[in-house]
């Protein structure tokens, strides 16, 4: 029973262009989202968060999007560089559940 | 300076072998937490722990087993009963364990069967 899916297993994408990365949840009681990079072999850093209360949260490059009537959240990383290529999971904090992660590739 | 440390970084495991995986934080946290990661399954919880001497089933308990005899420290144990034990580990804590806090993980141990 998957109520965090990321349907995307990887992305591949241009240095200096968008990224943009999905995730959707079953749970419309979940009210506290974040994102998390994992390079390999190494364990998840915490990218960005969101609360329910907010439809949208930006740092620097990395914009995080809520849309809660359709239970989907995308994080958009703009402009991408090659430093950005890792595995990014969805999660739901709280519930600790993660998305099977996305792997992204910017390419140079 | 503050973090979690796990160690080993590779560990195998033989047959009908228990193992332990340590798990170290300096953060002063209160809570901790164990996943495994599969190819193409993100995380998934095997067992956490809020406080001291408590610790709580994940939804992958069964072959594992935790203690918490200190707040710095939560060793998981892969025992023989776990019938597909290779995966990397990947060790988390948070402050006291509620939601909407960040997780903070350690580097994790690849556990490799013989």
């Known amino acids: 029973d998957q109520q965090v899916k990321q349907n995307s297993p990887s992305l591949s994408v241009q240095e200096g262009r968008i990224s943009i990365l999905n995730c959707d949840y079953t749970?419309?009681?979940?009210?506290?989202f974040l994102w998390y990079k994992k390079y390999p072999a190494e364990g998840p850093t915490f990218l960005i968060s969101?609360?329910?209360?907010?439809d949208k949260n930006e740092d620097g490059r990395f914009t995080v999007f809520l849309n809660k009537s359709a239970k989907h959240l995308s994080l958009h990383i703009v402009p991408s560089q090659p430093g950005d290529s890792a595995v990014y999971f969805c999660?739901?904090?709280?519930?600790?559940?993660f998305g099977a992660g996305t792997r992204l590739t910017v390419k140079p | 300076d503050g973090g979690i440390t796990q160690s080993p970084k590779y560990l195998f495991r033989k047959e009908g072998q228990n193992v332990t995986l340590s798990c170290e934080q300096n953060?002063?946290?209160?809570?901790m937490y164990w996943y495994r990661q599969d190819p193409g399954q993100g995380l998934r919880l095997i067992y956490y722990?809020?406080?001291?001497?408590?610790?709580q089933k994940g939804d992958i308990a069964e072959g594992y087993s935790v203690s918490r005899e200190k707040k710095e420290s939560f060793p998981l144990t892969v025992t023989s009963a776990q019938k597909n034990p290779t995966a990397f580990y990947l060790c988390?804590?948070?402050?006291?364990?509620?939601?909407?806090?960040?997780?903070?993980f350690g580097p994790g141990t690849r556990l490799l069967v013989l």
């Open positions: 988390a804590s948070s402050i006291v364990g509620t939601s909407g806090e960040t997780q903070y």
């Open positions: 749970n419309s009681m979940f009210d506290y």
């Open positions: 969101i609360s329910s209360i907010k």
């Open positions: 999660a739901v904090l709280g519930d600790m559940r």
């Open positions: 953060l002063n946290h209160d809570a």
């Open positions: 722990s809020q406080i001291v001497n408590d610790f």
